[in-house]
């Protein structure tokens, strides 16, 4: 008997269900009775507690108020303070979106104003911070999830049933595989195939863009084959680790990719960029924007700790790697405790201005991957300490001789830290000239802006508490024109920050 029935044996019958549906691991249970919507809470705990899988309580559809109706209720009861850029339906799941810049707000004191919209209108609301930098690209990234939300439930639903209700070994018997499809003694490509007598998982999906011969995985490798692949996961957004995963889609893969949500929006913003800067190297494009999108669609986000199951027999928890924003190591549990992998991708084990150190302890790990770019043992570098005086040295100097200072930074993470260190300089006032923001910096530091709880503790409680925001300091100005960048290079002393390309381009 399947988990759903076994569920539904324990449910009061007067709760009227009308429908189930997995969400992934995930199962939700649909009500037409309100009162046990509005009050059903304590049944619905124990049924957590028996079953050990995250249940979901929404009502039906025809409870629900008009989704019109419902948008002037949230805005007339969240106060504007809180300054909602969006309010998103979800109708086929039962599920509102509201996107504010200041979430706490909108979800008022001991989630006040979500308990109101939840009784009066019956939806199902939800808060997520929008960045407070502006960026375009990025909300689009953000709202595909949303185009369609029939096909979202229909691809949510048919994993769970493949988690819950379909096995294809036919024997007991329990073993492991890992295949390393690239990034076995190179740096670029990772991608590995796990497999099991019941599942296969892709874990990475990356590109050496330091190589035209050896870019791309091994994906002809035998014992690869796209329709029998469960899943995707992505350790973090760097492309040697996911920039090959559009390709998955063009090849017809239809199935989940789990990442957490910073991943989901940096690694789609690098691979439209990866496909501009195919396109001004005079390359043909590996993949399209729609590749891209249809990637998005398919992701599933999980939170640092959050554990979920992925197919019968393999279960994840992501853990934070310390790296980039969002950057995680992947523990999987394989079995009933039959064997344990952390697969790390790149981690760092110290904390940075922008992150906290990579998490360290783990419940079981029998076999353990690890990075090893820098593991030699002469690979000894600088402390960062001694790195960020020497880089506010260089820049003091420089624009005392009324000089412009130019940083290349890699878009992703060592921009973002640079900017802290910059930060602190301007309001330490010892640097008083203006630094330009340039290239995808910009909108990959609005990602950085919208996913606070990622960031360390430090960064957090300026966000939070201090209103002493880094990435909202006025010193800051984004360039986003060919007339803009010649009017700062003509223009006097200033600190600029742009991606190599950018730079030379």
Same mark, same amino acid.
């Given at each position: 008997?399947?988990?759903?029935?076994?569920?539904?044996?324990?449910?009061?019958?007067?709760?009227?269900?009308?429908?189930?549906?997995?969400?992934?691991?995930?199962?939700?249970?649909?009500?037409?009775?309100?009162?046990?919507?509005?009050?059903?809470?304590?049944?619905?705990?124990?049924?957590?507690?028996?079953?050990?899988?995250?249940?979901?309580?929404?009502?039906?559809?025809?409870?629900?108020?008009?989704?019109?109706?419902?948008?002037?209720?949230?805005?007339?009861?969240?106060?504007?303070?809180?300054?909602?850029?969006?309010?998103?339906?979800?109708?086929?799941?039962?599920?509102?979106?509201?996107?504010?810049?200041?979430?706490?707000?909108?979800?008022?004191?001991?989630?006040?104003?979500?308990?109101?919209?939840?009784?009066?209108?019956?939806?199902?609301?939800?808060?997520?911070?929008?960045?407070?930098?502006?960026?375009?690209?990025?909300?689009?990234?953000?709202?595909?999830?949303?185009?369609?939300?029939?096909?979202?439930?229909?691809?949510?639903?048919?994993?769970?049933?493949?988690?819950?209700?379909?096995?294809?070994?036919?024997?007991?018997?329990?073993?492991?595989?890992?295949?390393?499809?690239?990034?076995?003694?190179?740096?670029?490509?990772?991608?590995?195939?796990?497999?099991?007598?019941?599942?296969?998982?892709?874990?990475?999906?990356?590109?050496?863009?330091?190589?035209?011969?050896?870019?791309?995985?091994?994906?002809?490798?035998?014992?690869?084959?796209?329709?029998?692949?469960?899943?995707?996961?992505?350790?973090?957004?760097?492309?040697?680790?996911?920039?090959?995963?559009?390709?998955?889609?063009?090849?017809?893969?239809?199935?989940?990719?789990?990442?957490?949500?910073?991943?989901?929006?940096?690694?789609?913003?690098?691979?439209?960029?990866?496909?501009?800067?195919?396109?001004?190297?005079?390359?043909?494009?590996?993949?399209?924007?729609?590749?891209?999108?249809?990637?998005?669609?398919?992701?599933?986000?999980?939170?640092?700790?959050?554990?979920?199951?992925?197919?019968?027999?393999?279960?994840?928890?992501?853990?934070?790697?310390?790296?980039?924003?969002?950057?995680?190591?992947?523990?999987?549990?394989?079995?009933?405790?039959?064997?344990?992998?952390?697969?790390?991708?790149?981690?760092?084990?110290?904390?940075?201005?922008?992150?906290?150190?990579?998490?360290?302890?783990?419940?079981?790990?029998?076999?353990?991957?690890?990075?090893?770019?820098?593991?030699?043992?002469?690979?000894?570098?600088?402390?960062?300490?001694?790195?960020?005086?020497?880089?506010?040295?260089?820049?003091?100097?420089?624009?005392?001789?009324?000089?412009?200072?130019?940083?290349?930074?890699?878009?992703?993470?060592?921009?973002?830290?640079?900017?802290?260190?910059? $930060? /602190?300089? &301007?309001? @330490?006032? %010892?640097?008083?000239?203006?630094?330009? *923001?340039?290239?995808? !910096?910009?909108?990959?530091?609005?990602?950085?802006?919208?996913?606070?709880?990622?960031?360390?503790?430090?960064?957090? $409680? /300026?966000? &939070?508490? @201090?209103? %002493?925001?880094?990435?909202?300091?006025? *010193?800051?100005?984004? !360039?986003?024109?060919?007339?803009?960048?010649?009017?700062?290079?003509?223009?006097?002393?200033?600190?600029?920050?742009?991606?190599?390309?950018?730079?030379?381009?």
């Amino acid at each position: 008997m399947s988990v759903l029935k076994e569920i539904l044996k324990k449910v009061p019958q007067d709760a009227m269900i009308s429908n189930t549906n997995y969400e992934g691991a995930n199962i939700v249970l649909y009500t037409k009775n309100k009162t046990f919507f509005l009050h059903g809470g304590d049944i619905i705990r124990k049924l957590v507690d028996e079953f050990k899988k995250r249940i979901d309580l929404r009502a039906d559809s025809s409870l629900r108020k008009d989704s019109e109706e419902v948008e002037k209720f949230i805005r007339k009861t969240i106060p504007k303070e809180a300054e909602i850029t969006q309010v998103l339906f979800e109708s086929a799941r039962g599920i509102v979106t509201i996107e504010a810049k200041k979430p706490g707000l909108a979800i008022g004191k001991d989630g006040e104003n979500l308990k109101e919209i939840k009784d009066k209108t019956l939806w199902t609301p939800i808060v997520r911070r929008e960045s407070v930098i502006p960026s375009k690209i990025t909300t689009n990234i953000r709202n595909v999830l949303y185009s369609d939300s029939e096909a979202r439930r229909k691809f949510l639903d048919k994993i769970g049933k493949r988690i819950y209700e379909t096995k294809r070994s036919t024997t007991d018997e329990m073993w492991a595989r890992m295949s390393f499809l690239g990034g076995a003694r190179q740096v670029g490509r990772s991608c590995l195939l796990l497999q099991t007598p019941e599942s296969k998982v892709l874990i990475d999906c990356g590109i050496n863009v330091a190589s035209d011969k050896h870019a791309f995985p091994y994906l002809n490798a035998p014992e690869f084959h796209i329709n029998d692949l469960d899943a995707v996961i992505i350790s973090h957004a760097h492309l040697d680790h996911s920039g090959f995963l559009p390709y998955l889609f063009k090849m017809g893969y239809k199935g989940p990719v789990y990442c957490t949500e910073p991943t989901r929006d940096v690694m789609a913003l690098l691979a439209l960029d990866y496909i501009q800067v195919s396109r001004g190297q005079s390359k043909d494009a590996i993949y399209s924007s729609s590749d891209i999108k249809e990637s998005i669609k398919n992701t599933i986000t999980l939170d640092y700790g959050e554990v979920t199951d992925i197919t019968p027999d393999v279960r994840i928890t992501l853990y934070n790697a310390g790296h980039i924003l969002g950057s995680t190591m992947v523990h999987l549990h394989l079995g009933e405790g039959w064997h344990n992998i952390l697969y790390t991708g790149d981690y760092k084990v110290k904390k940075t201005q922008l992150l906290n150190p990579a998490h360290a302890k783990f419940p079981r790990v029998e076999t353990f991957i690890t990075e090893a770019t820098y593991g030699l043992t002469e690979d000894i570098l600088p402390s960062r300490e001694k790195c960020e005086k020497e880089v506010a040295d260089i820049v003091k100097k420089t624009l005392n001789k009324k000089g412009k200072v130019l940083i290349p930074v890699l878009g992703v993470g060592r921009a973002q830290e640079v900017m802290v260190i910059l $930060e /602190k300089l &301007f309001r @330490e006032e %010892k640097i008083k000239v203006p630094i330009y *923001v340039d290239g995808m !910096v910009w909108d990959v530091t609005a990602i950085h802006n919208a996913y606070p709880k990622f960031l360390n503790s430090d960064v957090r $409680e /300026k966000i &939070f508490y @201090e209103d %002493k925001d880094p990435f909202l300091s006025k *010193v800051f100005k984004q !360039v986003g024109s060919g007339k803009e960048r010649a009017e700062v290079i003509s223009g006097g002393p200033c600190v600029i920050l742009a991606t190599s390309g950018m730079l030379t381009g």
